[in-house]
């Protein structure tokens, strides 16, 4: 929703006026409550790179991560949780990697934009097998 549109609708059905800020605030906290923090999604990275391993033997899945980087006030926080930021994941799933070996000799590349939060690309490789059909072969999201 625009926030236009929450501050039209909480003046009509509560008869209170909210200001843009604070609009701004409550679909910020709808959206977290619907998709989940993004935060914690990060967090449960290695969890599910994890499980895609246990599910699928012999699959190849990378991280990448870069340190946490942030001023001396952070660090010297004891509370504070020091997180790695997410740069890259790599995925190969071993049925894919069998699959690709009989496809023929040239590969594709498909990617898209994520609109998301922090944005970033999705990226595919793509081979053709013998009934010209596109067969995925490995998965990298930047």
């Given at each position: 929703m625009r926030l236009n549109d929450i501050m039209n609708k909480t003046k009509r059905k509560r008869g209170i006026k909210i200001s843009k800020t604070k609009a701004y605030r409550a679909r910020s906290y709808a959206i977290d409550l619907v998709d989940g923090s993004f935060r914690d999604q990060y967090?449960?990275?290695?969890?599910?790179?994890?499980?895609?391993?246990?599910?699928?033997?012999h699959s190849i899945v990378r991280?990448?991560?870069?340190?946490?980087?942030?001023?001396?006030?952070?660090?010297?926080?004891?509370?504070?949780?020091?997180?790695?930021?997410?740069?890259?994941?790599?995925?190969?799933?071993?049925?894919?990697?069998e699959s690709f070996n009989s496809c023929?000799?040239?590969?594709?590349?498909?990617?898209?934009?994520?609109?998301?939060?922090?944005?970033g690309q999705l990226l595919t490789a793509i081979g053709t097998d013998p009934n010209d059909h596109n067969v995925p072969h490995c998965i990298c999201c930047c």
């Open positions: 967090r449960k990275i290695y969890d599910y790179a994890h499980e895609l391993r246990k599910s699928n033997p991280i990448a991560t870069q340190p946490f980087q942030g001023d001396e006030g952070d660090i010297e926080n004891p509370d504070r949780q020091l997180f790695p930021h997410f740069q890259r994941i790599y995925i190969c799933l071993k049925g894919c990697m023929r000799s040239t590969i594709g590349l498909d990617g898209c934009f994520l609109k998301g939060y922090y944005g």
